[in-house]
């Protein structure tokens, strides 16, 4: 028998390789934070995992079938954002946001941040860090870090996200922010900025957004309200918020980059 290949006929050395680029993939991005001092770790840590995050996310899933229901979920999700965003646009003959779709390729957290995901578009896409990700039933979170292939997403439920927020209604509804609870599926927390504010189980709470869209483009829906915490805060009200995109299952997802961006 001929020695110095493997089973399947690679080289070892060539495995060995392998190990070593995951190795330091993982080592970037462990080491790496969301402070704006480390933010060079973060895309060094996307270019370098990006390729071999693709290929196995690629073998996964193989399949014509698979490949026209993710790209029909893709669709799903920028005529969404679209149509989201289009009553927030004061001025609808100028040119308005274009969405990037993308996949989730990777479920995986960073040092300081509980609930990540890597998506498969990057800076050669428009993708840059603070850009909108949401899917067709809502907001995912937004962009910390981009290589030129992939970037990495902190979900709104992660223990570090403020999302600001507003009561979903026909007249401009009240504000406050949404954070994390620190699970990719937990709840989400609401805090309004009037302590009495009238808020009931049920209502519908979307994106506060601003006129540029970053980081969070206007009219997205966040979640539903499930309770109402006693008003016992003169300053603010709180509720908690089941989030309208299931956190803990997410495929096809869409980038909002804001007009003017550079393609």
């Known amino acids: 028998m001929r020695r110095g290949r493997g089973a399947l006929g690679r080289k070892p050395g060539r495995g060995r390789l392998v190990v ?3 190795v330091l993939a993982a080592a970037l991005l462990i080491a790496a934070d969301r402070e704006a001092a480390l933010q060079p770790l973060l895309t060094a840590g996307a270019a370098v995992a990006g390729p071999v995050e693709r290929a196995v996310s690629g073998l996964a899933a193989g399949g014509s079938d698979t490949r026209r229901i993710r790209a029909l979920e893709q669709e799903n999700a920028r005529l969404r954002a679209e149509l989201w965003t289009r009553p927030h646009r004061p001025d609808l003959t100028a040119p308005g946001p274009r969405f990037v779709a993308a996949q989730v390729i ?5 040092q300081g941040l509980s609930a990540t995901v890597t998506i498969d578009a990057g800076t050669t896409s428009g993708v840059r860090p603070d850009l909108t ?6 907001l ?13 997403v902190l979900l709104a439920s992660d223990a570090t996200s403020v999302v600001g927020a507003r009561l979903h209604s026909e007249k401009p509804g009240e504000v406050g922010t949404v954070t994390g609870g620190g699970k990719p599926g937990g709840l989400l927390r609401l805090n309004l900025l009037d302590a009495e504010a009238p808020v009931s189980v049920g209502q519908k709470v979307v994106t506060f957004g601003s006129r540029r869209m970053v980081p969070f483009a206007p009219g997205v829906p966040i979640g539903t309200i499930v309770s109402v915490s006693p008003a016992t805060d003169p300053l603010t009200r709180t509720a908690l918020v089941r989030p309208a995109a299931r956190l803990t299952a997410l495929d096809a997802v869409a980038v909002v980059i804001p007009p003017g961006s550079a393609p």
């Open 20 to 22: 070593g680029v995951l």
């Open 106 to 110: 990777a479920y995986g957290g960073r």
């Open 133 to 138: 990700v949401l899917n067709g039933d809502g």
């Open 140 to 152: 995912v979170g937004r962009v910390v870090a981009a290589g030129p292939g992939t970037a990495t």
